[in-house]
Nanobody, 130 residues
């Protein structure tokens, strides 16, 4: 069966960095757009970053642009989210996702909704202290 196993979350001070990883199994990894959603307490879950099948297109939410970087290694079936200059408002549970939808642009990937997601990881907590 398909599994997305996320790791790398934790507690970090504001201004610090974390790198999330998500190892996928049970699917043809390069057939999927990969992304990261996050959900903060009391807020809706939303896509913060996404990357196309071979990495030619990426999307970042305005709130993380310039600080976060998404990448993927299709040989290792793994997607990464490098998070720098972390802020307390980045505190959330981060979910790795896989979507089989075809998106024409990076902006379209950013409009990915939960209904576009085929598979979810288990979520990893990121807490940024001030």
């Amino acid at each position: 069966q398909v599994q997305l196993v996320a790791s790398g979350g934790g507690l970090v001070q504001a201004g610090g960095s974390l790198r999330l990883s998500c190892a996928a199994s049970g699917l043809m990894f390069s057939n999927y757009v990969m992304g990261w959603f996050r959900q903060a307490p009391g807020k809706e879950r939303a896509c913060v970053a996404a990357i196309s099948h071979y990495g030619s297109m990426t999307y970042y939410a305005d709130s993380v642009k310039g600080r976060f970087s998404i990448s993927r290694d299709n040989a290792k079936n793994t997607v990464y989210l490098q998070m720098n200059s972390l802020k307390p408002e980045d505190t959330a549970v981060y979910y790795c996702v896989a979507s089989s939808r075809r998106f024409a642009t990076g902006e379209a990937m950013g409009r990915m909704t939960e209904s576009d997601v085929g598979y979810w990881g288990q979520g990893t907590q990121v807490t940024v202290s001030s």
